[in-house]
Nanobody, 126 residues
Framework: QVQLVESGGGLVQAGGSLRLSCASS????????TAWYRQAPGKEREFVAR????????LHADSVKGRFFISRDNVKNMVFLQMNSLKSEDTAVYYC???????????????????WGQGTQVTVSS
């Protein structure tokens, strides 16, 4: 059974930083991509960043480019999201997701994901 567990969320002032972690277990394949999404109150879940398992090739949404950085540790089966220069509009529940490989140049819609974590709350105070 695949499990994704996010951690690292919390309350931070605008301009601050947080590092989210996603720990995966139960995966029987090594051929997958991992992505972060977020969902603010009253809004749809949106793509934030993605990373390939092999090579660590990344793509970030325009709204976070230059501030957020996705990375991974394949030995520990973990993916991270370093979030810097946080803004109030970054407030959301952040989700980790896993799904099949896709061409790296495109964001991933929510329909792509096979597995989701439970989410971690990030609140940025202005």
């Amino acid at each position: 059974q695949v499990q994704l567990v996010e951690s690292g969320g919390g309350l931070v002032q605008a301009g601050g930083s947080l590092r989210l972690s996603c720990a995966s277990s139960g995966l029987t394949s090594t051929n997958y991509h991992t992505a972060w999404y977020r969902q603010a109150p009253g809004k749809e879940r949106e793509f934030v960043a993605r990373i390939t398992r092999v090579g660590g090739v990344t793509l970030h949404a325009d709204s976070v480019k230059g501030r957020f950085f996705i990375s991974r540790d394949n030995v520990k089966n973990m993916v991270f999201l370093q979030m810097n220069s946080l803004k109030s509009e970054d407030t959301a529940v952040y989700y980790c997701a896993i799904g099949p490989p896709r061409p790296i140049g495109q964001p991933l819609g929510v329909e792509w994901a096979d597995h989701w974590g439970q989410g971690t709350q990030v609140t940025v105070s202005s």
